[in-house]
Nanobody
Framework: QVQLVESGGGSVQAGGSLRLSCAAS?????????MGWFRQAPGKEREGVAV????????AYADSVKGRFAISQDNPRNTVFLQMNSLKPEDSGMYYC????????????????????WGQGTQVTVFS
Protein backbone atom coordinates (compact mmCIF):
# COMPACT_ATOMS: atom_id res chain seq x y z
CA GLN A 1 0.00 0.00 0.00
CA VAL A 2 1.37 3.38 -1.02
CA GLN A 3 2.04 5.71 1.89
CA LEU A 4 2.81 9.39 1.51
CA VAL A 5 3.78 11.55 4.46
CA GLU A 6 4.00 15.32 4.03
CA SER A 7 5.79 17.74 6.29
CA GLY A 8 7.08 21.30 6.29
CA GLY A 9 3.92 23.35 6.29
CA GLY A 10 3.42 26.34 8.53
CA SER A 11 2.63 30.03 8.69
CA VAL A 12 4.79 32.57 6.93
CA GLN A 13 4.61 36.22 6.01
CA ALA A 14 4.05 37.15 2.39
CA GLY A 15 7.33 37.16 0.51
CA GLY A 16 8.73 34.39 2.66
CA SER A 17 9.64 30.79 1.85
CA LEU A 18 8.70 27.30 2.91
CA ARG A 19 9.97 23.88 1.91
CA LEU A 20 7.57 20.96 1.89
CA SER A 21 8.68 17.33 1.96
CA CYS A 22 6.87 14.17 0.99
CA ALA A 23 8.25 10.74 1.85
CA ALA A 24 6.88 7.87 -0.25
CA SER A 25 6.85 4.19 0.63
CA UNK A 26 4.98 0.97 -0.05
CA UNK A 27 4.85 1.12 -3.84
CA UNK A 28 6.19 -1.58 -6.10
CA UNK A 29 8.70 -0.78 -8.79
CA UNK A 30 7.20 0.56 -11.99
CA UNK A 31 8.65 2.02 -15.16
CA UNK A 32 6.47 5.04 -14.41
CA UNK A 33 6.85 6.94 -11.17
CA UNK A 34 5.28 10.34 -10.79
CA MET A 35 4.88 12.51 -7.73
CA GLY A 36 3.18 15.82 -7.41
CA TRP A 37 2.00 18.59 -5.13
CA PHE A 38 -1.54 19.87 -5.03
CA ARG A 39 -3.33 22.41 -2.90
CA GLN A 40 -6.83 23.12 -1.81
CA ALA A 41 -8.13 26.30 -0.24
CA PRO A 42 -11.41 26.34 1.72
CA GLY A 43 -14.36 26.33 -0.64
CA LYS A 44 -12.21 25.72 -3.70
CA GLU A 45 -11.34 22.68 -5.77
CA ARG A 46 -8.04 20.91 -5.42
CA GLU A 47 -5.54 22.19 -7.97
CA GLY A 48 -2.23 20.97 -9.31
CA VAL A 49 0.84 22.94 -8.24
CA ALA A 50 3.87 20.98 -9.43
CA VAL A 51 4.50 17.48 -10.71
CA UNK A 52 7.63 15.45 -11.40
CA UNK A 53 8.42 12.43 -13.53
CA UNK A 54 10.81 10.79 -11.12
CA UNK A 55 12.30 8.37 -13.65
CA UNK A 56 12.86 10.72 -16.58
CA UNK A 57 13.03 14.15 -14.95
CA UNK A 58 10.41 16.37 -16.62
CA UNK A 59 8.38 18.70 -14.45
CA ALA A 60 5.24 20.75 -14.85
CA TYR A 61 3.98 23.73 -12.86
CA ALA A 62 0.79 25.66 -12.52
CA ASP A 63 1.09 29.07 -14.16
CA SER A 64 0.43 30.75 -10.82
CA VAL A 65 3.61 29.32 -9.26
CA LYS A 66 6.06 29.29 -12.17
CA GLY A 67 9.28 31.02 -11.25
CA ARG A 68 8.48 30.86 -7.53
CA PHE A 69 8.09 27.15 -6.73
CA ALA A 70 10.43 24.28 -7.53
CA ILE A 71 9.84 20.53 -7.23
CA SER A 72 12.81 18.25 -6.67
CA GLN A 73 13.62 14.83 -5.29
CA ASP A 74 16.02 12.87 -3.17
CA ASN A 75 15.93 9.45 -4.80
CA PRO A 76 17.70 7.37 -2.13
CA ARG A 77 15.25 8.70 0.45
CA ASN A 78 12.22 8.39 -1.83
CA THR A 79 11.39 11.97 -0.94
CA VAL A 80 10.05 14.79 -3.07
CA PHE A 81 10.33 18.44 -2.08
CA LEU A 82 8.47 21.60 -2.96
CA GLN A 83 10.51 24.74 -2.44
CA MET A 84 8.14 27.69 -2.27
CA ASN A 85 9.57 31.19 -2.53
CA SER A 86 8.00 34.64 -2.74
CA LEU A 87 4.88 33.28 -1.13
CA LYS A 88 1.60 35.15 -1.51
CA PRO A 89 -1.57 35.00 0.60
CA GLU A 90 -3.31 33.26 -2.31
CA ASP A 91 -0.83 30.37 -1.94
CA SER A 92 -2.48 29.47 1.36
CA GLY A 93 -4.23 26.13 1.63
CA MET A 94 -3.80 22.47 2.43
CA TYR A 95 -0.97 21.04 0.37
CA TYR A 96 -1.17 17.39 -0.62
CA CYS A 97 1.41 15.04 -2.04
CA UNK A 98 0.36 12.42 -4.56
CA UNK A 99 1.88 9.41 -6.31
CA UNK A 100 1.05 7.62 -9.54
CA UNK A 101 2.46 5.00 -11.88
CA UNK A 102 0.09 5.75 -14.77
CA UNK A 103 1.67 6.78 -18.02
CA UNK A 104 0.66 10.25 -19.22
CA UNK A 105 2.11 13.48 -20.53
CA UNK A 106 3.63 15.44 -17.71
CA UNK A 107 1.38 18.50 -18.14
CA UNK A 108 -1.74 16.37 -17.82
CA UNK A 109 -0.61 15.28 -14.38
CA UNK A 110 -1.56 18.70 -13.03
CA UNK A 111 -5.12 17.35 -13.14
CA UNK A 112 -5.88 15.92 -9.67
CA UNK A 113 -8.22 13.31 -11.21
CA UNK A 114 -5.26 11.36 -12.59
CA UNK A 115 -3.94 10.56 -9.14
CA UNK A 116 -5.06 7.68 -6.96
CA UNK A 117 -2.68 7.88 -3.99
CA TRP A 118 -2.67 10.85 -1.66
CA GLY A 119 -1.05 11.96 1.55
CA GLN A 120 -2.90 13.53 4.47
CA GLY A 121 -1.79 17.04 3.66
CA THR A 122 0.12 19.83 5.36
CA GLN A 123 -1.27 23.30 5.98
CA VAL A 124 0.36 26.38 4.49
CA THR A 125 -0.78 29.80 5.62
CA VAL A 126 0.63 32.98 4.12
CA PHE A 127 -0.33 36.20 5.87
CA SER A 128 0.13 39.73 4.59
Amino acid sequence: QVQLVESGGGSVQAGGSLRLSCAASGYTYSINNYMGWFRQAPGKEREGVAVLDRRRGPTAYADSVKGRFAISQDNPRNTVFLQMNSLKPEDSGMYYCAWSDRSAQIDSYLNPRLWAHWGQGTQVTVFS
